[in-house]
């Protein structure tokens, strides 16, 4: 990663509150390279230009921080991580977080694996498998303080994925892009069925550019119906 690109990344880690030491950085280094190498053998990402992993990746994943629920320490799962995002920024500057990882590629999850092994990361649980199946498992269900989503689906049907692995009292973070009003006022029915009420939602800005994206902070209630999550033909059928 070239100096400017190091710079880019320390700055804008200060925009959110973040930081960073040289061992964060060699860190992101090691993690940016993996994915350039891996992405030539598999999709992980379009962008793969340093300065827009930068931003578009890297300070993305780590504006979650600005919902104010992560302190270091919480029991977190990142649903359909993808190349891991934003999972692994926050773990990387954030050591203690308690992470599961869930994909439904093994690709991906092969991928990931070789990550925290480069990198040397502990407490961190790699899960092959679909958000739908693995919400209905006892280990996994209502078991985290905070679940994460970048980039997955409409919000409705997200929160159908990701609201039964929240325990009652902990949070769901949705980072999603420009336009959130109507994807919000679709998922009322979705908030009321699953026991979530939006706490807040926060624009922001990503560094070193014009790109505006949303964190979309939503609290669990109660406890999630055992009937949901649904099959993923049902929930596509009839989203709620």
Not at 91 to 109: C, E, G, N, Q, Y
Not at 168 to 174: H, L
Not at 205 to 215: E, G, K, M, V
Request: a positive charge; one cysteine or more.
């Amino acid at each position: 990663m070239k100096n400017k690109s190091v710079d880019m990344l320390i700055e804008g880690a200060k925009e959110w509150g973040i930081f960073l030491e040289m061992f964060h950085v060699e860190h992101f280094q090691k993690y940016y390279a993996l994915l350039l190498e891996w992405n030539q053998k598999m999709n992980l990402t379009a962008i793969t230009e340093e300065s827009e992993v930068v931003i578009k990746h890297l300070l993305d994943s780590l504006s979650v921080v600005k919902s104010g629920k992560i302190k270091g320490e919480e029991k977190i799962i990142d649903v359909g991580t993808g190349a891991g995002f934003p999972s692994i920024p926050l773990k990387i500057v954030f050591p203690k977080l308690k992470a599961t990882l869930l994909d439904s590629s093994k690709k991906r999850i092969t991928f990931l694996e070789e990550v925290i092994n480069k990198l040397g990361i502990n407490e961190i649980e790699l899960i092959h498998g679909r958000a739908e199946d693995i919400g209905k498992d006892i280990k996994y269900r209502e078991q985290f303080d905070l679940s994460v989503a970048r980039a997955v689906a409409p919000l409705n049907v997200l929160l159908e994925y990701t609201l039964p692995f929240v325990q009652v009292g902990g949070y769901f973070i949705a980072l999603k892009g420009r336009e959130v009003e109507e994807e919000i006022k679709s998922s009322q029915k979705a908030l009321k069925e699953l026991k979530g009420e939006i706490e807040e939602v926060k624009q922001i800005r990503l560094p070193f550019s014009d790109i505006l994206h949303h964190l979309i902070i939503i609290r669990k209630g109660d406890n999630c119906p055992l009937k949901y999550p649904r099959k993923a033909n049902a929930i596509k059928r009839s989203p709620l």
